[in-house]
């Protein structure tokens, strides 16, 4: 049973698209974040959410919009696709709000590749 | 976001070498440090973390810190082919920091 999944795992569309990708964690943790990674694998946090509750909003377009309806999903909504959107998302969660706490564990989905054409 | 820096590679070991691999880090308050590994087309799972300056070892792995020089190291010992994947170095400014910063990674190849 994966601990943390995203749906979907691939997406290929057209820029000024519109598209969502949702995240599902079954730990029990209070805490879920998004992440991008590039090309380069640079990997950057872009939102963080405690119990339904938004706690890290990074410099992020406003075209990109998360939502958690509870604390064991956390989507992402993304507006009006860009040619340089196009990288690996991944979702994570931990179980406090302190960034995995001394462990600095989070466990992360296997990401949903975006492809915006 | 805290800014932390890697080479990127590749670095091509052979099976059985010792496989270093370096990160140093810009916000001297920096407190804990974190190497995650990630495997070609998989998502990052932790395998050390580290506080104090010094080394601290775990099986194969022996993590290494020195706040003074801004560093953190990984040396992978006696590398396997199984150790091939990127390897991503992170760190939180305080224990209580909502954040990991995430480097670029280090890509580690091991030669059969």
């Known amino acids: 049973d994966t601990a943390v999944s995203q749906t979907p795992k691939y997406l290929v569309t057209q820029m000024g698209n519109d598209k969502s990708i949702k995240c599902e964690q079954n730990?029990?943790?209070?805490?879920m974040y998004w992440y991008k990674q590039d090309s380069k694998k640079f990997l950057k946090i872009m939102f963080s959410?405690?119990?339904?509750?938004?706690?890290i909003n990074e410099t992020v377009p406003n075209r990109f919009s998360p939502k958690s309806p509870d604390k064991a999903h956390l989507n992402l909504h993304i507006n009006s696709l860009e040619l340089g959107d196009s990288a690996v998302y991944f979702c994570a969660s931990s179980q406090d709000s302190l960034a995995g706490g001394r462990n600095g564990e989070l466990f992360f989905g296997e990401g949903s590749r975006l492809t915006v054409l | 976001q805290k800014e932390v820096e890697q080479n990127s590679g590749p670095l091509s070991v052979p099976e059985g070498a010792i496989a270093s691999l370096n990160c140093t880090y810009s916000?001297?308050?920096?407190?804990?440090f974190f190497w995650y590994r990630q495997y070609s087309g998989k998502s990052p799972e932790l395998i050390m973390f580290?506080?104090?300056?010094g080394d601290k070892e775990d099986g194969r792995f022996t993590a290494q810190l020195n706040k003074a020089s801004q560093y953190v190291s990984l040396l992978i010992r006696d590398s396997q082919p199984s150790d091939s994947a990127t390897y991503l170095c992170?760190?939180?400014?305080?224990?209580?920091?909502?954040?990991?910063?995430f480097g670029a990674g280090t890509t580690v190849t091991v030669r059969a």
């Open positions: 916000d001297r308050g920096s407190q804990s």
């Open positions: 959410y405690n119990n339904k509750e938004l706690i």
């Open positions: 992170a760190l939180k400014g305080t224990l209580n920091d909502y954040k990991l910063s």
């Open positions: 730990l029990g943790h209070d805490t």
């Open positions: 580290i506080y104090s300056n």
